[in-house]
């Protein structure tokens, strides 16, 4: 009778076992399902930005302007909030799993937690994302990151037009906005958009590019124009396009500098599709 009862109760035990497995197997299932519904739900708002050129601020002489075929970028930078739902869904970009090729020590050093942000804003710009991680980001919404080129094309848009240089004080505009930005990033969209609908590109972080310092570096002499020679050169400025567009400097500038797996906490990044990649 004992024996009986003892098989009994192993037996039950087995197929509650079975049970809780099966209906935890299905509990993940359907928050794995969930979680991408969330992220297919919660794709970002893009701007269509009209075709054109773009003068890097160091030409080469006798370097035409940068043609830009049309394309779509985010509105505002990536916030918090969708890096996070972009990691839930892919842990191995979490601060633990990253391998510091693709993520140095301060990766993502600003989160509580692998999935907590702690205090900081869902609504702000995600930032201590290195370079690999913003691509990875981008990748998985079947999207990219802009090109340099197609950033300064959007970045140099004024409230009229596309040229905001033609508009009085775009520049001071433009520099006060970039050397006052707050230490700790804001919620975005909290400025007007430009010409093109696009908020934040200046005055809130610094923002990754798919071709980093690509305006800037070519060779490693003067005589094959090196732009990275001519910024960082005693007296460099003479050869920019616009030598009063100093928050272009501090722009090419930071991107000279940078390497993939890097990252701080002013720096973050937007998406971009189409165009001519």
Known sequence: MTRTVATLISLALT?????????????????????????????????????GTVELLFP?????????????????????AEFLQFVMANPTWSRSNTPEVFGAPGYLANWAGDYDLGGLDPNAPVTNVSWFAAAAYCEARDARLPTE?????????????????????????ILTLTSTRPAVPQPVG????????????????WEWVF????GMATGDSRSEGDRR?????????????????????????????????YSNSGLGFRCASGGGL
Request: proline share 4%; hydrophobic share 35%; glycine share 12%.
């Open 211 to 214: 071709d980093i310092g690509a």
């Open 229 to 261: 020679l001519q910024l960082v050169c005693g007296g460099g400025s003479a050869g920019a396009s616009d030598k009063s567009d100093y928050a272009a400097f501090l722009r090419y500038a930071f991107r000279n500098g940078l390497e993939g797996n």
């Open 149 to 173: 080129a197609e950033w300064e094309y959007v970045g140099k848009a004024g409230q009229q037009g596309p040229d905001g240089s033609l508009e009085p004080g775009f520049n001071e505009r």
């Open 60 to 80: 080469i002489e006798g370097e035409e302007k940068t043609r830009i075929e049309p394309f779509q970028i985010d509105l505002f930078p990536v916030t918090n």
């Open 15 to 51: 197929l509650t076992g079975a049970l809780l497995t099966s209906a935890s197997a299905q509990a993940e299932a359907k928050t794995a399902a969930q979680t991408e519904e969330r992220v297919a739900l919660q794709l970002p708002a893009m701007a269509d930005i009209e075709g």
């Open 190 to 205: 909290q400025a007007d958009p430009n010409y093109f609908g696009v908020y934040d590109m200046h005055g809130s972080v």
